[in-house]
């Protein structure tokens, strides 16, 4: 699979590396400073890819998404805080019989734990003597704050637990690649269910399946719609 890089960090690299690992062709590399506004998002150098795997910065995220839409290039990305614009660049896909697939966080791993929390969640609806908040932590390079994931996370917990807000902190510090955890706390105990990832490889794994699986699709998915739903 012909594949092409935009956003070249350390998500990026491990992207790279994994993918001529597995066999596949990286076709073309895009870095963040020749591709202001996506300048340099154009036919001649991504249109030989299969797939595009996006991972840049919030800032930077919608306006490639809908450049690449219009070349009609699957696209995945794993950049997050950028999901306000997700209608628009939906729509873009749409328009023009595109393909994008979207996630916080793509670690196979984390989307089973947001499914355990929901769980856990609607075991807990109802025992107000317990607290329900979410901790999460990551490198210190790490923009956005909470994380993509946290938000997904609170997300899951609210659709089973309405009477709580499930309140998130948020460190930027060291060089973890990222944690998440679920507490419940009352006074004489503490249930906690966790996720850490010990390195990128783990998200590029899942982005490299994700790739894999969005090349000859239409329409705008998640990570989670892939994993645990029928495909269309």
């Given at each position: 699979?012909?594949?092409?890089?935009?956003?070249?960090?350390r998500?990026g690299?491990a992207?790279?590396?994994?993918?001529?690992?597995?066999?596949?062709?990286?076709?073309?590399?895009?870095?963040?400073?020749?591709?202001?506004e996506?300048?340099?998002?154009?036919?001649?150098?991504?249109?030989g890819?299969?797939?595009?795997?996006?991972?840049?910065?919030?800032?930077?995220?919608?306006?490639?998404?809908i450049?690449?839409?219009?070349?009609?290039?699957?696209?995945?990305?794993?950049?997050?805080?950028?999901?306000?614009?997700?209608?628009?660049?939906?729509?873009?896909?749409?328009?023009?019989?595109?393909?994008l697939?979207?996630?916080?966080?793509?670690?196979?791993?984390?989307?089973?734990?947001?499914?355990?929390?929901?769980?856990?969640?609607?075991?807990?609806?109802?025992?107000e003597?317990?607290?329900?908040?979410?901790?999460?932590?990551?490198?210190?390079?790490?923009?956005?704050?909470?994380?993509?994931?946290?938000?997904?996370l609170?997300?899951?917990?609210?659709?089973?637990?309405?009477?709580?807000?499930?309140?998130?902190?948020?460190?930027?510090?060291?060089?973890?690649?990222?944690?998440?955890?679920?507490?419940?706390?009352s006074?004489?105990?503490?249930?906690?269910?966790?996720?850490?990832?010990?390195?990128?490889?783990?998200?590029?794994?899942?982005?490299?399946?994700?790739?894999?699986?969005?090349r000859?699709?239409?329409g705008?998915?998640t990570?989670?719609?892939?994993?645990?739903?029928?495909?269309?």
């Open positions: 699979m012909r594949i092409a890089l935009i956003g070249y960090g998500m690299q992207l790279g590396a994994l993918a001529v690992e597995r066999g596949h062709e990286v076709c073309t590399i895009v870095r963040s400073g020749e591709n202001a996506g300048a340099a998002l154009n036919a001649e150098r991504v249109g890819a299969e797939v595009v795997l996006e991972f840049t910065r919030p800032e930077a995220a919608p306006a490639n998404l450049r690449l839409a219009r070349l009609r290039v699957p696209v995945v990305t794993g950049t997050t805080g950028w999901l306000a614009q997700l209608p628009v660049v939906a729509r873009e896909v749409a328009e023009h019989g595109a393909a697939l979207h996630s916080p966080n793509f670690s196979v791993g984390v989307q089973l734990f947001l499914r355990a929390a929901g769980d856990l969640a609607q075991q807990f609806r109802g025992r003597e317990y607290a329900g908040y979410i901790l999460e932590q990551h490198h210190a390079g790490k923009r956005d704050a909470p994380s993509g994931t946290a938000l997904e609170q997300r899951h917990l609210i659709a089973r637990d309405t009477s709580r807000q499930f309140p998130i902190s948020s460190v930027r510090a060291g060089s973890t690649p990222g944690s998440h955890a679920l507490a419940y706390d006074p004489h105990e503490l249930i906690r269910l966790e996720h850490v990832a010990r390195g990128r490889q783990i998200f590029a794994s899942g982005a490299l399946l994700a790739a894999e699986w969005l000859d699709k239409q705008t998915f990570f989670e719609e892939m994993l645990f739903r029928e495909a269309p």
